[in-house]
């Protein structure tokens, strides 16, 4: 059977924010699984682990006792790329003292299906259920359906966000270099030299002051011209 609902892509389109898109994926999940009472969703980025969205009551509380184990069966999930579905809590043996907790919370199932495995941004999405087996007779090609979809749109969004950083980086670099050219044009009319050499002079004035090439030509710039540099902007072409 395949997924019949709104499909995840259209959710990030019509989200005005990634944290909105995360909001109503974990919503979506809980609505189509009405044994669950928490639903949450755990990204790992550069080692860390984070529930960057929830739904219900339960999912919050058990996906932290999880990373502070730095063990259970989100984290199974998310690092081994695999659906992890606990039948009971109550005789559950993995996981240390994981299921005790979880069981103590009032929760005695869950299911845990990977997103982007064996990415950088990998992650889980993480139902749980009151009820024993709780997830025995629910539509698993549905949840399957919902977390490719998801997987898709956190790489779009994670691709967008790591262009939108990327012009960030390439803007700063901008603004350094039209200072830094500044600086020199300055150095060449002053000692006489060419751009090669007054670089060198700006350099090593930068070295032996202990302070950044970008900050001391600014301050040359402020020193001849009594206001800060002028700073260019990216511009969107005409």
Same mark, same amino acid.
């Given at each position: 059977?395949?997924?019949? /609902?709104?499909?995840?892509?259209? =959710?990030? =389109?019509?989200?005005?924010?990634? &944290?909105?898109?995360?909001d ?11 044994? @669950?009472n928490g639903?949450?969703?755990t990204?790992s ?6 529930? $960057? ?14 990373y502070?184990? *730095?063990d ?8 081994q /790329?695999?659906?992890?579905? $606990?039948?009971?809590?109550? /005789?559950?043996?993995r996981?240390g003292p994981?299921?005790? %907790?979880?069981m103590?919370s009032g +929760?005695?199932?869950s299911?845990?299906?990977?997103? @982007?495995? %064996?990415t %950088?941004?990998?992650?889980?999405l !993480? ?33 967008i ?6 012009? !960030? *980086? ?8 039209? $200072?830094?050219?500044?600086?020199i044009?300055?150095i ?5 030299? *060419?751009a090669?050499?007054a670089f +060198? ?6 070295? %032996?002051?202990?302070?950044? =090439?970008? &900050? ?5 710039v ?12 990216l511009?969107?072409?005409?």
């Open positions: 059977m395949t997924y019949d /609902g709104p499909h995840v892509t259209e =959710l990030l =389109l019509e989200s005005d924010s990634l &944290d909105g898109f995360l109503g994926l974990t919503e979506l999940a809980l609505a189509r699984v009405p044994v @669950a639903c949450g969703l990204l980025r550069e080692g860390r682990h984070l529930t $960057v969205a929830s739904a219900g009551t339960s999912a919050r509380d058990l996906d932290e006792k999880q502070g184990l *730095d259970g069966p989100c984290l199974q999930a998310l690092r /790329g695999e659906e992890v579905v $606990v039948t009971d809590m109550l /005789g559950e043996q996981w994981y299921p005790a %907790h979880a103590a +929760t005695r199932s299911l845990s299906m990977p997103i @982007a495995p %064996h %950088h941004t990998a992650g889980a !993480n139902l749980y259920s009151p009820k024993p087996d709780g997830f025995a007779d629910e539509d698993r090609q549905l949840l399957r359906s919902l977390a490719a979809q998801a997987t898709g749109a956190i790489a779009l969004a994670q691709r966000a790591d262009a939108q950083e990327f012009a !960030n *980086d390439l803007e700063t670099a901008l603004r350094s270099r039209t $200072v830094i050219d500044q600086a044009g300055i060449m009319g002053q000692r006489r030299c *060419d090669e050499q +060198t002079i700006l350099r090593t004035a930068s070295q %032996h002051r202990n302070i950044k =090439l970008r &900050d001391l030509c600014a301050e040359l402020a020193s001849i011209g009594g206001r800060p540099p002028k700073e260019d902007r511009r969107p072409r005409p």
